[in-house]
C-alpha cells in the first residue's frame, strides 16, 4: 500500500512537473487559440477558416519527436492527422566575415563559402516552455536550442484564421565577424509521407513515391515549395520569400529544396525541408551577416492541408499572387538595374530566340517597365568614339523592338564616371554620349547616322549632360560595394544637390536575419539624406545579371509602383516615368505588400504639406497584404534627429486590405514616410512628403 502510495506521488509529481514546465502567464483564455498540457503533451488549436482548425500536439519530453501530432479539422469538425513522430531540424553553418574593410557589416564583396566554415545541428533541450498570444498570433517557445557558441530558443507562431505557421530557431552568438547560412526542415524516423510533390523550375507540378531508404536529394523548385503527403492530408514547407535570399550577382536556381534520408550527413531519418548552396553563384558570396548578440530568425513556414495531390501548393502560390506583381488602377510597375548584356549577346551574334528569357521572365512577374544596365561587363562604355555609338544605336533599336503591349524596355548605364562610385542613368528618350571629351572636341556635336552627341569630359559636364536632356542619375547600391561611401562623399556637390540627382537605389543588401524588415542600408540612408536637407528619393533596384524564366528570379527582386495612368509607347519617349520618379510618385515593395494610397492631411508622396497644427495630424493609409502584417513604422525628421513611431498590426489577418488612419504628432519635423511589414519580413515604403 505504501508502495502504491509512493508510486501515485511520483506521478502526481511527474504530471505537475509537466504542468508547471509550460507558462502561460502571457497567454489570454479568451483568445481563438486554446491551450491545455495532458502527460507532457502541450496541446494547441487555433482556428484556420470560418469552420476549420488546426491542432499541434507538442512533445514536451525529453528525446520525444517535438509534433507528436500535426492535425487540421474539416469543416464537419473531425481532426484528420497530416503527420506524426516529426522533429524540427536546422543546420547553422558558420562562416567567417570580412570585416577589414571599409563597408563594415555592409560588405557585399565577401568571399565567404571559400573560407573555412563549420556547419552546426541545432539541439534542443526541452528544459523550458512558454505560450503567449498578441493579437491573432499565437507564440509557443521553447528552450534551450544550443549549437557550439550559439543559443537561443525555438519559436512556434500560430495565425489565426489561417493554416499557416511559421517556425523559428532564434540563435545568437557573442563571437564576432561571423556570417551564416542556414537549411531546415521536418524529419521523421518513422514513415510519415507517401509522396512529394513540388513545381519544377516551369511551374509544372511533379510528384515522387516516397522510398524512406532513399538517400537526400536536393531539388531546383519553383515558389520556393515542397509538399508532403500522408493518408491524412498534405504540409507545405517553404521560406520567408524574399529574407531567405541573400545578395548574389546571379538569380540562378540553386536547389533551394531538398529531401530525403541524411541530408548532409548530419541530419537522421528521412525529412523535407529548404536549403542554401554554400557556394551561391560561386561568385561573391557574402551570406548573411550575424553581428554578436543580435537575434538570427532562422525560420521556414508551413501550410497545411486535408487536400491531395498537391493542391496546397495553389495556397502557397497565393501568398506571393504566384510569384508575380498584381496590377494596381493608377500605376505601372517598374523594375531596374539589370545587367543583362543583351546588346552584346546581338553584336556578338550568339544565338538568341526571338523574345529573349529575360523579357520572358519580367513578363511572367508582371513587370511593366524594364531599366537596363548595360555595357557593365561587356561593350565598350569607355570607346571614344565608333564603338560605343553603335552598341548604343542596338540597345535602342532592342528596346524598341522589345517594347510592346504592357511592357517598355528602357535603356540605361551603370557609368560610372565622373561623380564617384557606382550610379545609374536614364533617359527619357534615346540619348547618344561618351565617357570622355578630349582637348578641342566640342562638349556636343551632330554625328552622321547618329545625330546629336555628347562628350563628357567632368563631372561639371556630366549635370550640364543631364540637365539638358532632362535625365536621372542616382547612387547605385549606396554604402555598398562600389558605391562605398557614397553618396556621402559627394553630398555637397552641386551635382548632388541638382534635381537631376534622384538620390539613392534600394536593394535588401546586406541580409540579416535579425531585422524584421530586409534592406536597412537605403532606408537609413533615405532619413539621412531627408535630414542633409535634399529632397532625394530611393527607387527600387534588382542588380541582377544573366536572367532566364527557370531562375529564383522573384525572391531576389523588387518593385516600383509608380502613379501612372498609362504606359508611354517606346517611339513617343517616357518622360512619364521619369516624371514620376522625379516627384517621388511612387512605392517600392517586395510585391507581398501594397500600398495603393498614402496621405498626410491629404497630400501624397513628393507633395509639400504646409501644416496649421502639426501636433494634430492624420496619417492614412491603404493597404493589402498576404502574410499577416507585422507592423507600420512612420518615420520623421527634423533636419538632425530621426523619430520613429512603430504602430503594431499584430491583429491583422491573412490576405487582407483595409483602409488605416494613424494620428500622428509632427511638431518640428520637416518630412514624414512609411513603411509597412508582415511576418516574412516582406514590405513596402513610401517616399516623403515634404513638411513645411
Known sequence: ??????????????????????????????????????????????????????????????????????????????????????????????????????????????????????????????????????????????????????????????????????????????????????????????????????????????????????GSKELAVKYRSLIGESKGGSLAIFPPPHQYFYPLDNAYNLKFTWYGKGYRDLIPGFGLGIRQDLMGDRRHVPWFNAPPGTEQRLNFFLLLSAE??????????????????????????????????????????????????????????????????????????????????????????????????DFLMLPGEEPNSHFGGHWMNIFPKPVYWIMSREQGQPFVEEVPEYGKVYRVGNKEE?????????????????????????????????????????????????????????????????????????????????????LEPEYEIYGHMNINYLRMDKLPKFEDGWQPVLDAMEKGEFFVTTGEVLIPDFTINEKSSGEILVLDDPADVNLNLNLSWTFPLNFVEVISGDGETVYREKISLEKTRAFGSQEFEFPIDLRGRSWVRVEVWDVAANGAFTQFIWLE
Open 462 to 546: 556630366m549635370l550640364r549632360l543631364l540637365e539638358e536632356e532632362k535625365g536621372l542619375a542616382w547612387t547605385a547600391h549606396a554604402r555598398t560595394k562600389g558605391s562605398t561611401g557614397f553618396p556621402d562623399q559627394y553630398r555637397d556637390e552641386a551635382f548632388f544637390h541638382s534635381d537631376r540627382f534622384l538620390g539613392a537605389a534600394w536593394k535588401a543588401i546586406p541580409a540579416d536575419l535579425s531585422q524584421p524588415r530586409i534592406g536597412k542600408r537605403v532606408l537609413d540612408l533615405m532619413d539621412d539624406m531627408a535630414n542633409w536637407g535634399h529632397k532625394k528619393y530611393a527607387i527600387g533596384e534588382a542588380d541582377l545579371f544573366k
Open 1 to 214: 500500500m505504501k508502495i502504491f502510495f509512493l508510486g501515485c506521488l511520483l506521478v502526481l509529481h511527474l504530471n505537475l512537473s509537466a504542468q508547471n514546465k509550460v507558462d502561460f502567464t502571457g497567454f489570454d483564455q479568451k483568445a481563438a487559440a486554446t491551450v491545455s498540457v495532458t502527460e507532457n503533451i502541450l496541446e494547441v488549436t487555433w482556428p484556420t477558416g470560418n469552420q476549420e482548425k488546426g491542432k499541434l500536439l507538442i512533445d514536451l519530453e525529453e528525446g520525444q519527436p517535438l509534433f507528436n501530432s500535426i492535425q487540421v479539422s474539416t469543416d464537419e469538425g473531425r481532426f484528420t492527422e497530416i503527420a506524426r513522430g516529426m522533429d524540427q531540424v536546422f543546420v547553422l553553418t558558420e562562416g567567417k566575415r570580412d570585416l577589414t574593410k571599409g563597408s563594415g557589416w555592409n560588405i557585399f564583396f565577401d568571399r565567404t563559402a571559400y573560407l573555412p566554415y563549420t556547419p552546426h545541428l541545432l539541439k534542443i533541450k526541452k528544459t523550458a516552455a512558454s505560450v503567449n498570444n498578441e493579437g491573432s498570433r499565437t507564440n509557443i517557445i521553447l528552450s534551450e536550442v544550443s549549437a557550439a557558441h550559439f543559443s537561443g530558443a525555438l519559436e512556434i507562431t500560430l495565425y489565426d484564421g489561417s493554416p499557416l505557421l511559421n517556425l523559428a530557431a532564434v540563435m545568437q552568438t557573442d563571437k564576432d565577424s561571423v556570417a551564416i547560412i542556414y537549411d531546415a526542415g521536418l524529419v521523421n524516423q518513422e514513415p510519415v509521407w507517401e509522396e512529394i510533390f513540388w513545381a519544377d523550375t516551369e511551374g509544372y507540378l511533379q510528384a515522387v513515391s516516397v522510398d524512406t531508404s532513399t
Open 308 to 405: 491531395k495531390d498537391g493542391q496546397v501548393l495553389e495556397e502557397v502560390k497565393k501568398y506571393t499572387h504566384g510569384d508575380s506583381y498584381q496590377p494596381l488602377p493608377g500605376y505601372r510597375t517598374m523594375a531596374s538595374h539589370f545587367h543583362t548584356e543583351h546588346v552584346n549577346d546581338v553584336l556578338t551574334h550568339k544565338p538568341l530566340p526571338e523574345i529573349p528569357g529575360h523579357v520572358r521572365a519580367l513578363r511572367d512577374l508582371g513587370v511593366n517597365i524594364m531599366h537596363l544596365g548595360e555595357f557593365h561587363l561587356a561593350g565598350n562604355p569607355r570607346d571614344h568614339g565608333p564603338r560605343r555609338l553603335s552598341e548604343f544605336r542596338t540597345m535602342f533599336e532592342e528596346c524598341a523592338r522589345l517594347s510592346s503591349g
